[in-house]
């Protein structure tokens, strides 16, 4: 697990707790503001799932030139 996926674990969560306590207390902006934290968590999830395939693909065609 890389830097981006860790944020993104850690946006997620902590916008699921401002979200859920949000409709608890009825508090749309708390509610609003968790489900912006929730986004934001999947966006850091999709640029770690980025590098990770451009890290793969690298690594690939590394291994391909030196095999030539």
Known sequence: MDREHIKGAAD???GALK???GKLAGDKKLQAEGTLD???GDAH???GDV???ARAAAEAAERKWREH
Do not use: F
Request: aromatic share 0%; proline share 0%.
């Open 12 to 14: 997620t969560v902590k």
């Open 19 to 21: 979200e859920t306590a």
């Open 38 to 40: 929730k986004i934001k």
């Open 45 to 47: 999830n999709v640029v």
């Open 51 to 53: 590098r990770d395939a």
